[in-house]
């Protein structure tokens, strides 16, 4: 079920009064995908909050949805089996708070019958809670035989998240990519590395120098990736 928060109160002389997002999500214990005491806490500072079900089209109280609790439980319970067990869906994709989640063949497979909501909510917040940049191709045509290109870059000391294929990107127009590549961007003196190199061979090389599954189709790639280290990598790949 989505919902909206709605604030009915003012503060001092009518005026509005401000959210302290620093207080509110250190006092509620804030986790992605887990059922915290964001609301309790929001109710505490404002007192008068309402939260509007678009579903049902209509505002609970505070007291209303901790009433509802177990009947939301079994709901999302429920919406989780129906997806993971859709046929017609050949990879499962989840498009979260923070970053997408291609979701692995064999948590689908416990999904489908899974008794609670636990290792979803687990896995969802060791997913969301990280720092990184969720990397995004430009496509491109080659002028010369008309390929499309997914072209990615790679930032120095950025801590990131790359697919292990090109073509697996959140590709919501079904377009069809013929060929992946990777360029690369040195922060510090802000400029691009000449040169487009092979993305399989960049994958490959990542994968054995500190890279590490994000999902079923991603790695992670930890900030520590210098321009030395960027530049050891090109000797190693033949230039496009």
Known sequence: MAFTLVINSKGLFGKVKNIQMAELLKNCGLKYGSNNELAKEIERQFKKASFYCTEEKRNYTMDELENKEEAMAAFSL???????NDLEMKQCILTLALYPWFMEPEKREYYK??????????????????????????????????????????????????PMDAKAFLNLDGIQVDEGLISFWIYGEQRRVEGLYPYDMFVEYMM?????????????????????EIDKMIAGMGQD
């Open 78 to 84: 429920e919406s989780l089996h129906r997806f993971c």
């Open 113 to 162: 019958t899974c008794p609670d909501l636990n290792d979803f909510e687990e896995t969802i917040h060791e997913l969301q809670a990280g720092d990184f940049y969720y990397a995004k191709p430009s496509l491109m045509k080659n002028k010369n035989d008309g390929k499309v290109l997914a072209v990615y870059t790679l930032t120095d000391e950025c801590a990131s998240i790359f």
């Open 208 to 228: 054995n120098h500190g890279a590490a599954k994000f999902d079923a189709s991603h790695m992670r790639i930890p900030g520590n990736v210098t321009k030395e």
